[in-house]
């Protein structure tokens, strides 16, 4: 149990698309497909769901916080609130707990929660730390939840996404990666990686250096953005030609 939350363990490192990593990426995406079998759940046992997966993000990432400062290991540079998925982790809970279903809010946790934390599940930043540290848990479930539930939403309390809530959520996000890149020249952070390429090992290394795959991750943030949209724009598509044949 020492081991657990330890900050040296000796367990070994996270390996990438190692057992623990595929187990984990099958129970959330097993957890996604489940997700079409509640629309028969009756509204007092969704609104428990949603105050478990709530209640649980919360620990989470609140025992994350903790972890850092026990061990001396938090700092404004690397632990405040600013990269896309701590801020969509935020805003969940905020949504969850408030009841506050604001169309903007769940659009803004679809397309960052979705596209964010899948990249993060591909390649997560669990270090030296594999399973059964407290670190890798606390990376899949935080990023796991930030998909399972924007799903949720859609599939099971019926919200959806649209062209404007596609256009809006690029147009703001483009607009908080400028704040934050002069967030990090103030306190010399590497916030949205917009000040150099992470030191683990992510999609970012295949693309051009800095500060060139800022642009690059332009266009792929756009395509990853429209993919999540694609059902639902054919859905449109095909509707429209209904109502006009």
């Not at 256009?167 to 990090?184: A, P």
């Amino acid at each position: 149990m020492e081991q657990f939350f330890a900050k040296e363990y000796s367990g070994g490192a996270f390996v990438l698309y190692g057992t623990g990593h595929l187990i984990a990426l099958t129970i959330i995406l097993l957890i996604c497909f489940l997700l079409s079998s509640m629309h028969s759940l009756a509204d007092n046992k969704k609104r428990i769901l949603l105050s478990l997966m709530g209640g649980l993000l919360l620990i989470n990432e609140t025992g994350w916080h903790a972890w850092n400062i026990y061990w001396g290991t938090w700092t404004i540079q690397t632990m405040l609130p600013l990269h896309l998925c701590s801020f969509t982790v935020w805003g969940s809970i905020y949504m969850l707990f408030t009841g506050n279903r604001n169309v903007y809010f769940y659009e803004t946790l679809y397309f960052l929660g979705i596209g964010g934390a899948t990249q993060a599940l591909l390649t997560p930043d669990a270090g030296p730390y594999g399973f059964p540290h407290f670190r890798a848990f606390q990376t899949f479930i935080s990023h796991g939840l930030l998909v399972i539930i924007p799903l949720y939403m859609t599939i099971v309390e019926g919200y959806r996404p649209t062209l404007a809530s596609f256009k809006r959520v690029f147009i703001v996000t483009n607009i908080y990666m400028v704040v934050v890149f002069f967030v990090n020249l103030a306190i010399g952070s590497n916030y949205l990686f917009v000040a150099g390429k992470p030191e683990f090992p992510t999609l970012l290394d295949a693309l051009a250096p800095w500060p060139w795959y800022i642009f690059e991750l332009e266009a792929i943030g756009f395509a990853v953005f429209f993919l999540i949209y694609l059902p639902f724009f054919i859905k449109d598509h095909r509707t429209r030609k209904a109502v006009t044949a």
